[in-house]
């Protein structure tokens, strides 16, 4: 089976760098992905790491090791539009058509 | 355009009543969900249909039945609603390559409350 832990909440200043991290369980994955979720909203994709390392995108980058069964998403640079609930997700070997996803870490940018 | 749109937005309904919830996609993809969101947030896949077949069914209760009339649709009926039923429901889209699942489209979600 696969299961991913995150942190339930986050909190930190407005221009700070944060890093939300993702440990999992799971007996094979093609990839680990990144959404956020504003409330209300719907989940929208921001990364995905098919390989071991850091992809960045913008202000956001993300970090693979599948060696640790590991994974963060960083954010630079926090702006207030950046509270949110951000979820990691796996792909699952040998299960195609779904992602699982972690269950989620709520994210408050304070001024 | 909307990539993934799902009708009603908002659903207020009492126990032991069914209803539907409709989804379409215009993104042309082959894959399409339903999950669903509870208060804690909680991401759960329900179903999944590729080229309108079922290929995942998540131990989701029978009274919980999806209908995919072509690709681009995929309906989710709730019959004799319970009041743990009360969540959102997203309906999603993808296109898988080569064996995995790609990008997830979510639509708006649609909150259901049963009481």
């Known amino acids: 089976g696969q299961s991913l832990e995150q942190p339930s909440e986050v909190t930190a200043v407005e221009g700070a760098i944060v890093q939300i991290n993702c440990t999992y369980q799971?007996?094979?994955?093609?990839?680990l992905s990144w959404y956020q979720q504003h409330d209300g909203g719907a989940p929208t994709f921001l990364s995905y790491n098919a390989l071991d390392g850091l992809e960045e995108t913008g202000r956001f980058s993300s970090f693979l090791s599948r060696s640790d069964s590991y994974g963060y998403l960083l954010l630079q640079e926090l702006q207030m539009k950046d509270s949110a609930s951000y979820f990691c997700?796996?792909?699952?070997?040998?299960?195609?058509?779904?992602?699982?996803f972690g269950s989620g870490t709520r994210l408050l940018v304070r001024p | 355009d909307t990539a993934v749109s799902q009708t009603p937005k908002y659903l207020v309904t009492q126990m032991g009543n069914d209803k539907s919830i409709k989804c379409e996609q215009n993104l042309g993809h082959d894959t399409m969900y339903w999950y669903k969101q509870d208060s804690k947030k909680f991401l759960k896949i329900m179903f999944s249909y590729n080229n309108k077949e079922l290929i995942i069914n998540e131990t989701v209760p029978n009274r919980f039945s999806p209908k995919s009339p072509d690709k681009a649709h995929l309906n989710l009926h709730i019959n004799s609603l319970e009041l743990g039923d009360s969540a959102v429901y997203f309906c999603?889209?993808?296109?898988?390559?080569?064996?995995?699942?790609?990008?997830?489209?979510f639509g708006e979600g649609s909150w259901l409350t049963v009481v």
């Open positions: 799971t007996s094979g994955f093609y990839g």
């Open positions: 997700a796996v792909s699952p070997q040998g299960s195609s058509y779904k992602l699982i």
């Open positions: 999603a889209s993808s296109q898988e390559r080569q064996g995995r699942t790609a990008t997830i489209y």
